[in-house]
């Protein structure tokens, strides 16, 4: 499942499947790309029937003027066994809203990708990830979580710093699933 935000107006907009995703990079891949949908009429003209619901969705998101970015964050990334979230604010402690958040598993040889959020209006973040995502051969029992965190500028989205959190606590859910808190997350 993936979350669209409107970074051109700063909203939260709605869900969609990956396969909506996958499919659109087929159809416009010069309009969309894992992380943006570069919102146009051309993008809407080009959506398939069996999207309508979605292509309704981004209706009210488009304008004739002007291209709408709309960020895709990933709300679980092949299940849902891990979960990390977090605040993140800068140094003076104002929050830093509508950020994106790209999750790593530090390994020796090479670092897991785990998933990519966008803070909400309060710079809070969460991502659930299944252990697949990151165990090579089952081996890891949990993952060595560092962040790249990335802000909005007009049209893209720059890296503004990298960090290894502490976790400032750690739960496991009756169902097992373990839950890394990492409260707030100064950048």
């Known amino acids: 499942m993936k979350q669209l935000i409107d970074m051109t107006n700063k909203k939260e907009i709605g869900f969609v499947d990956w396969?909506?995703?996958?499919?659109?990079?087929?159809?416009?891949?010069?309009?969309?790309?894992?992380?943006?949908?570069?919102?146009?009429?051309?993008?809407?003209?080009?959506?398939?029937?069996?999207?309508?619901?979605?292509k309704s969705l981004l209706e009210k998101h488009t304008s004739p003027k002007h291209v709408t970015h709309i960020a895709i964050s990933d709300i679980e990334n092949l299940?849902?066994?891990?979960?990390?979230?977090?605040?993140?604010?800068?140094?003076?402690g104002d929050v830093l809203d509508f950020?994106?958040?790209?999750?790593?598993?530090?390994?020796?040889?090479?670092?897991?990708?785990?998933g990519a959020v966008i803070t909400d209006k309060d710079g809070n973040f969460s991502l659930a990830f299944g252990k697949r995502v990151f165990s090579d051969f089952g081996l890891e029992a949990e993952p060595d979580i560092y962040l790249k965190i990335y802000a909005w500028e007009t049209e893209k989205f720059i890296q503004i710093g990298k960090c290894t959190p502490p976790v400032f606590e750690k739960m496991e859910t009756k169902e097992g699933y373990k839950i890394f808190e990492f409260g707030v997350i100064a950048i």
């Open 99 to 114: 950020h994106r958040v790209v999750v790593f598993d530090q390994d020796p040889m090479e670092d897991d990708f785990l």
């Open 79 to 92: 299940g849902c066994q891990f979960k990390v979230r977090g605040t993140l604010k800068n140094k003076k």
């Open 19 to 54: 396969e909506f995703i996958h499919d659109m990079q087929g159809v416009v891949p010069d309009l969309i790309t894992p992380e943006i949908i570069h919102l146009t009429g051309e993008f809407l003209k080009k959506i398939p029937g069996e999207w309508g619901k979605i």
